[in-house]
């Protein structure tokens, strides 16, 4: 009798011992860990991207070589062409300069979703009292857009198109023929951002581009742009963002090869051979 109530005056003991204040503290804390990591609050996330831009100034990336030059329309440029929208012509010379000074891969982060209203017809059509033979003549003339083609036709060149977080029914056009992605693990819908809408440009130079890209940008809380994706989601399927295309025409790949795992997607791009 006696060493049975020996062993009943053990068991609670083992019983607190093994819920003890501090594993009980620990526990309540794990837990708290695990509710901030799937809330993710927004104090949480500005700490995160405050401290990525203190890395980013103690110790930013090393910059080995430049292989992108950015063409940036600026004041200057708008007073020595002129206001914006510029003529398409003015585009496309520029354009075909650029791969005269060796440029591989010419990309436009703009969309053209409207024909050029400065292209001869247009002209023609807004311009009252010309003269019907002048006005025959101007209306003969090739259009904007059709120049702006043929010299898209002939380079290298990957258009911009623009989505949006909401529905513009009168702006949303069809994504151009999708080009080949392959897949390598977990599909990668869930993980990468679905655009309701999208702006295309206009039909006349759209199928004569070398690639098609996405430009859309994702800014953080506090409204500044740290990340860029490379896929975007339209309608289920996948597209490929502005850079990844270009990557994709430079080296003259057909397919672009998506790794993907549970936690993500992991890298995209040409696949090798």
């Given at each position: 009798m006696?060493?049975?109530?020996?062993k009943?005056?053990?068991?609670?003991?083992?019983l607190?011992?093994?819920?003890?204040?501090?594993?009980?503290?620990?526990?309540?804390?794990?837990?708290?860990?695990?509710?901030?990591?799937?809330?993710d609050?927004?104090?949480?996330?500005?700490?995160?991207?405050?401290?990525?831009?203190?890395?980013?100034?103690?110790?930013?990336?090393?910059?080995?070589?430049?292989?992108?030059?950015?063409?940036?329309?600026?004041?200057?440029?708008l007073?020595?062409?002129g206001?914006?929208?510029?003529?398409?012509?003015?585009?496309?010379?520029?354009?075909?300069?650029?791969?005269k000074?060796?440029a591989g891969v010419v990309?436009?982060?703009?969309a053209?979703?409207?024909?050029?209203?400065?292209?001869?017809?247009?002209?023609?059509?807004?311009?009252?009292?010309?003269?019907p033979s002048?006005?025959k003549?101007?209306?003969?003339?090739?259009s904007?857009?059709?120049?702006?083609?043929?010299?898209?036709?002939?380079?290298?060149?990957?258009?911009?198109?623009?989505g949006?977080?909401?529905k513009?029914?009168?702006?949303?056009?069809?994504?151009?023929?999708?080009k080949?992605?392959?897949?390598?693990?977990?599909?990668?819908?869930?993980?990468?951002?679905?655009l309701p809408?999208?702006?295309?440009?206009v039909?006349?130079?759209?199928?004569?581009?070398a690639?098609?890209g996405?430009?859309?940008?994702?800014?953080?809380?506090?409204?500044?742009?740290r990340?860029?994706?490379?896929?975007?989601?339209?309608?289920?399927?996948?597209?490929?963002g502005?850079?990844?295309e270009?990557?994709?025409?430079?080296?003259?790949?057909r397919t672009?090869?998506?790794?993907?795992?549970?936690?993500?997607?992991?890298?995209?791009?040409?696949?090798?051979?």
């Amino acid at each position: 009798m006696a060493d049975e109530k020996k062993k009943d005056k053990k068991k609670p003991g083992r019983l607190r011992k093994f819920f003890s204040a501090a594993r009980l503290t620990g526990l309540v804390f794990l837990v708290g860990l695990l509710a901030v990591q799937i809330l993710d609050p927004y104090p949480v996330q500005f700490l995160r991207i405050k401290t990525f831009d203190m890395f980013q100034r103690a110790e930013p990336r090393e910059v080995k070589t430049r292989p992108v030059t950015i063409v940036d329309l600026d004041e200057e440029s708008l007073a020595e062409v002129g206001q914006w929208p510029w003529p398409r012509t003015i585009i496309a010379d520029m354009v075909a300069n650029l791969f005269k000074m060796g440029a591989g891969v010419v990309a436009f982060d703009i969309a053209f979703p409207e024909p050029d209203r400065l292209s001869p017809n247009m002209i023609a059509q807004n311009v009252r009292g010309l003269d019907p033979s002048v006005e025959k003549t101007i209306r003969g003339l090739p259009s904007n857009d059709a120049y702006f083609a043929n010299i898209i036709r002939q380079t290298r060149v990957v258009l911009g198109q623009a989505g949006f977080d909401r529905k513009i029914e009168d702006q949303v056009y069809r994504p151009p023929v999708k080009k080949s992605i392959a897949f390598r693990g977990e599909k990668p819908h869930k993980f990468v951002p679905i655009l309701p809408s999208l702006v295309r440009n206009v039909p006349e130079i759209e199928k004569v581009a070398a690639g098609h890209g996405f430009f859309s940008l994702f800014p953080e809380p506090d409204g500044i742009v740290r990340r860029v994706p490379t896929l975007f989601q339209f309608d289920e399927n996948i597209y490929t963002g502005l850079s990844i295309e270009m990557l994709r025409v430079a080296t003259g790949r057909r397919t672009i090869l998506v790794t993907s795992d549970p936690l993500g997607v992991q890298k995209s791009g040409s696949p090798r051979g």
